[in-house]
């Protein structure tokens, strides 16, 4: 079972850049397909990004545009989302998922969650 630890957020001015990192314990890391969600309060969870095993595969929400970027180095047990032109609306609460089985868009499809992470652009 893999133990999941965002770090990273903090406050930003709109256009400005951030890179959340999710590090991983517990678990073959290199195992798992990793995904990116926020939630804003009240709202449910919506997908950011996610990224294969292998870090070969990649997949972005409609939203990004081309402005976050989801890695992972494998032998560092760490997946990142590096953030850039952060807009207002991007200020909520970022989450990494892990899951052995399915490279998914949805939440239902993580087994492992963190805690989450607070994003603030300031406009």
């Known amino acids: 079972q893999v133990q999941l630890v965002e770090s990273g957020g903090g406050l930003v001015q709109a256009g400005g850049s951030l890179r959340l990192d999710c590090a991983a314990s517990?678990?073959?890391?290199?195992?798992?397909?990793i995904g990116w969600f926020r939630q804003t309060h009240g709202k449910e969870r919506e997908f950011v990004a996610a990224i294969s095993p292998n870090g070969g595969n990649t997949r972005y929400a409609d939203f990004v545009q081309g402005r976050f970027t989801i890695s992972r180095d494998n032998a560092k047990n760490t997946a990142y989302l590096q953030m850039k032109s952060l807009k207002p609306e991007d200020t909520t609460v970022y989450y990494c998922?892990?899951?052995?089985?399915?490279?998914?868009?949805?939440?239902?499809?993580?087994?492992?969650w963190g805690q989450g992470t607070q994003v603030t652009a300031s406009s």
């Open positions: 998922a892990a899951s052995q089985r399915y490279f998914a868009t949805t939440m239902t499809g993580y087994e492992y």
């Open positions: 517990g678990g073959s890391f290199s195992r798992y397909f």
